[in-house]
């Protein structure tokens, strides 16, 4: 196919299902929108690293422990490949993260939730990692091309780091009175605030129409959120906790599972950093940016000399 103009080409791409590349002319405003949920995606993931690192250094087992540094630096690994995909489309690492130490770039607000007891790690792996999943199997078709190959590799570990969460959730649930209180205490405490990692309501989403057009987004906030909802109230039955949330209720005409009303306010609370963490958790990467300085300026000094040397030699 001939296309006179890019804007053709461009539409041509995504109608095709095919992807758009870094090399390809694309409309500024779909730049800006990956670049925006790109570089906000990548910022969850590293701060996503805080609440459970908590835990690294009180872990009950070496074993756990083991596995729940495997996990957190997994998550650091998350937030490189999502910063180096958002480079590609001319933005610097360096901006996202200044958007960040600033409050100006959003993360999910599910971290800026306490991780008060040992079962809050279960409970972030099996809820907060499985709705990771619902999100990013879909965003695997994301019609960005370094995006949705970054989503491949993110989610296939992914998949560990929700069955750790559950394996911990089942040790409880099948331990002691006290142990099983505790995830259930913690399910309750995750549950909601999981449910609002999915974004608001359809009707209310400032960038879901756009997003779907440009197939950026492959499904809906809500729809999203019900399928997280249908798969796990059964993994729910499965440990013997209650799903916080009296009007749960299997609709057979829907095929889905009818479930309470949000605490939007909540949400919008802890999004313009109302949250009990929010300061911790900037604070956290504040000291970590201002404390990391010297590695940055060792390893690009080191780059610097390196490739002059290298031009020196080949002239
Ligand atoms: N926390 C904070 N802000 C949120 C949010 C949340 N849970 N949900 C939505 N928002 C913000 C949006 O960023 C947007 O604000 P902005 O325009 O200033 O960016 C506003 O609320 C309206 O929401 P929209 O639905 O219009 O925004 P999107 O179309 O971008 O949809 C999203 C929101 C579904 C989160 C989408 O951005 C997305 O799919 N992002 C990629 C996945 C992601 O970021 N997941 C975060 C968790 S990563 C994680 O859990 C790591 C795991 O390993 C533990």
Redesign the pocket.
């Known amino acids: 196919m001939i296309f006179t103009d890019e804007q053709g080409q461009f539409d041509a791409i995504i109608e095709a299902e095919e992807k758009i590349e870094p090399r390809d002319w694309m409309p500024e405003k779909y730049r800006l929108n990956l670049v925006?949920?790109m570089s906000?995606?990548a910022h969850?993931?590293v701060v996503?690293q805080l609440p459970e690192g908590n835990w690294i250094g009180r872990a009950p087992t070496l074993r756990r422990k083991a596995i729940l540094l495997s996990k957190v630096q997994?998550?650091a690994g998350?937030g490189l490949y999502l910063y180096s995909a958002a480079e590609t489309l001319g933005v610097s690492r360096e901006e996202m993260m200044n958007d960040l130490l600033i409050g100006k770039a959003?993360?999910?607000?599910?971290f800026n939730y306490p991780t008060l007891t040992w079962a809050d790690v279960g409970a972030?792996g099996w809820l907060?990692?499985g709705?990771?999943i619902v999100?990013?199997i879909s965003?695997c078709r994301t019609s960005y091309g370094p995006y949705a190959r970054a989503m491949v590799k993110?989610c296939k570990e992914?998949s560990f780091?929700m069955r750790q969460g559950y394996e911990i959730m089942q040790v409880l649930a099948c331990g002691s009175a006290a142990q099983k209180a505790m995830a259930q205490d913690a399910l309750n405490r995750w549950w909601w605030p999981t449910l609002?990692?999915?974004?608001?309501h359809d009707s209310?989403?400032?960038?879901?129409q756009q997003?779907m057009k440009w197939k950026i987004?492959r499904q809906s906030?809500d729809e999203?959120r019900q399928k997280f909802v249908d798969q796990t109230v059964k993994q729910a039955d499965h440990l013997g906790l209650a799903i916080p949330d009296q009007d749960l209720k299997w609709n057979e005409e829907r095929g889905h599972y009818d479930f309470g009303p949000i605490d939007w306010e909540e949400?919008a609370r802890?999004?313009k950093g109302g949250g009990l963490c929010n300061d911790a958790r900037l604070e956290a990467r504040r000291t970590a940016n201002d404390e990391g300085q010297w590695v940055k300026d060792a390893l690009m000094s080191y780059a610097e000399k390196h490739s002059k040397s290298d031009v020196d030699q080949v002239a």
């Open positions: 925006r949920q906000q995606h969850s993931e996503g997994d998550e998350h959003k993360y999910a607000s599910i972030i907060v990692d709705a990771a999100n990013q965003l993110i992914e780091h609002m990692m999915f974004g608001p209310e989403s400032a960038n879901s997003s987004k906030n999203l949400f802890v999004v």
